[in-house]
Structure formats: structure tokens, C-alpha cells
T-cell receptor
Framework: DTGVSQDPRHKITKRGQNVTFRCDPI?????LYWYRQTLGQGPEFLTY????????KSRLLSDRFSAERPKGSFSTLEIQRTEQGDSAMYLC?????????????FGPGTRLTVL | EDQVTQSPEALRLQEGESSSLNCSYT??????LFWYRQDPGKGPEFLFT???AGEEKEKERLKATLTKKESFLHITAPKPEDSATYLC???????????????FGKGTHLIIQP
């Protein structure tokens, strides 16, 4: 059983560039989540999908951020016109959708540095 | 707004010295409380889920408990490999982290010295 995988693991970009991250969830998990974590803080929820439907967006998800999960399997998170404040670890998580299967399993994260 | 506060922010223990980490929460309708362990540069690793007050879960040297206002993570006779940041998170029925997203505390950075 492979866990949640994310690609790339590290990304360095210049301010104003667009970046895209990919997340592959655990295969039988139909819910997929994106979080952002900055140094010394806990992860902050950004958005989540059930299958291909994006069901919730945080106020943190500005218009420059867009997430997709076109076939209900992997997901992508794109940040347009990156800013230095976007520098963070972007975490993906997945879980089953049952009422007693609420634990989310996280991937290793993508570390974004905006210069 | 849902809130999770963890204390202490940092804790240094000697190997074998037992202690407890605290997680206080304010949520509108708790649907689950979660403990994770996070090593530097890695994603959080799931430890426990607690659903209702009075519930307890154990795994090796760790034991998690839940009341209506807080949760404790008890560490018994810790070893250096238990050094990590321990994160507490809640899933609530109201606003804050979203209907399904988790609201995390800032974590407790635990160091176990040999």
C-alpha cells in the first residue's frame, strides 16, 4: 500500500511565476484535501474534493489559487503570479468518506520558496 | 470560529521521564479530534482519532484522552525517537476549517534527551 504522494517535493520560483503541484491520494480514498503550513504553525485548510467535486474552499484560498481533481483521482494545485508570502509547505491529505473514517492521511508535502 | 490551543509550545524531557501534552479546543459541534506526529520537513503522521468525551486510545508509549474541552497526549517513558512536533486538530460541524477540513493547533515541539 503506497501512501499519499506529492510532486515535486521542492520548488523554487521567482515572484510572479506560476507553479503547479500534484497530489496522488491513497487509491481507495475519495476525499482529497489541500493544506498550507508555514514555519512554526500548524497546517491550514485550503480546500477539499469528494471525488471530482470541489466541495469547500477556505477564505485563505485567494483568486490566484486554483485546484482541480478532474477524474476523481490525482489533484493539482496551481498558484498564479506567485508572491513571497506564498512560500510555505503545501500538504495534501486523503481519507475515505465514512462517518467513522475521519482520519486524514498526509503526503510528504511540497516545499515552495518564492524568491 | 473554531480554535485549537496547544501547550506547552516546547517541552524537553529526559529519556524515561513521562509527561503530558495539552490540547484545548473551542468548536461548534465536535465531529472528531485528531493527534498527529510531524518530523522536520515531513508531512504529519496520523496517531489517533477521538470522537467523544471519555474516549481513550493507546499506541505503544502514547495514550490520548478526550474531555468536552480538551485532550491530553500522555507519553510514558519516552525514548529519543519520540522527539517530534505533536499536532492536535479538530473537525467541527461549523465554520473555521470548513465542514470537512481540519483546524490545527500550532503543535508542541517535544525533545527527548538520552
Amino acid at each position: 500500500d503506497t501512501g499519499v504522494s506529492q510532486d515535486p517535493r521542492h520548488k523554487i520560483t521567482k515572484r510572479g511565476q506560476n507553479v503547479t503541484f500534484r497530489c496522488d491520494p491513497i487509491s481507495e480514498h475519495n476525499r482529497l484535501y489541500w493544506y498550507r503550513q508555514t514555519l512554526g504553525q500548524g497546517p491550514e485548510f485550503l480546500t477539499y474534493f469528494q471525488n471530482e467535486a470541489q466541495l469547500e474552499k477556505s477564505r485563505l484560498l485567494s483568486d490566484r489559487f486554483s485546484a482541480e481533481r478532474p477524474k476523481g483521482s490525482f489533484s493539482t494545485l496551481e498558484i498564479q503570479r506567485t508572491e513571497q508570502g506564498d512560500s510555505a509547505m503545501y500538504l495534501c491529505a486523503s481519507r475515505k468518506s465514512g462517518p467513522r473514517d475521519r482520519e486524514q492521511f498526509f503526503g510528504p508535502g511540497t516545499r515552495l520558496t518564492v524568491l | 470560529e473554531d480554535q485549537v490551543t496547544q501547550s506547552p509550545e516546547a517541552l524537553r524531557l529526559q529519556e524515561g521521564e513521562s509527561s503530558s501534552l495539552n490540547c484545548s479546543y473551542t468548536v461548534s459541534g465536535l465531529r472528531g479530534l485528531f493527534w498527529y506526529r510531524q518530523d522536520p520537513g515531513k508531512g504529519p503522521e496520523f496517531l489517533f482519532t477521538l470522537y467523544s468525551a471519555g474516549e481513550e486510545k493507546e499506541k505503544e508509549r502514547l495514550k490520548a484522552t478526550l474531555t468536552k474541552k480538551e485532550s491530553f497526549l500522555h507519553i510514558t517513558a519516552p525514548k529519543p525517537e519520540d522527539s517530534a512536533t505533536y499536532l492536535c486538530a479538530v473537525q467541527a460541524g461549523g465554520s473555521g476549517g470548513g465542514a470537512d477540513g481540519l483546524t490545527f493547533g500550532k503543535g508542541t515541539h517535544l525533545i527527548i534527551q538520552p
